[in-house]
Nanobody, 118 residues
Framework: QVQLVESGGGLVQAGGSLRLSCAAS????????MGWFRQAPGKEREFVAR????????SYADSVKGRFTISRDNAKNTVYLQMSSLTPEDTAVYYC???????????WGQGTQVTVSS
């Protein structure tokens, strides 16, 4: 069972940037396509971005395309989400997970809170 620990969230002004990290335990990390998701207050959790096992193929939700960049370091069992040009609509708890397509697999971590002030 892969365990996931997200970090790097915080309070930032609109237009600012943050870099989120997701550290995964388990030897299967490098074999998994990984994704980031977010859940805003009162809303369903939604897909944000994903990256394939080798880090060569990425895809993004339309709402973050051009502003967010997903990357990974398999040697560190870590996936990242670089977020820029943040808006208050990006305020949410952000989670990572292994994915098939955009469907999350396995258990969720505790997430990391991102709050963007206007």
């Amino acid at each position: 069972q892969v365990q996931l620990v997200e970090s790097g969230g915080g309070l930032v002004q609109a237009g600012g940037s943050l870099r989120l990290s997701c550290a995964a335990s388990g030897r299967t990390f490098s074999m998994a396509t990984m994704g980031w998701f977010r859940q805003a207050p009162g809303k369903e959790r939604e897909f944000v971005a994903r990256i394939n096992r080798s880090g060569t193929i990425t895809s993004y939700a339309d709402s973050v395309k051009g502003r967010f960049t997903i990357s990974r370091d398999n040697a560190k069992n870590t996936v990242y989400l670089q977020m820029s040009s943040l808006t208050p609509e990006d305020t949410a708890v952000y989670y990572c997970n292994a994915v098939i397509g955009t469907i999350p697999q396995g258990s969720w971590g505790q997430g990391t809170q991102v709050t963007v002030s206007s």
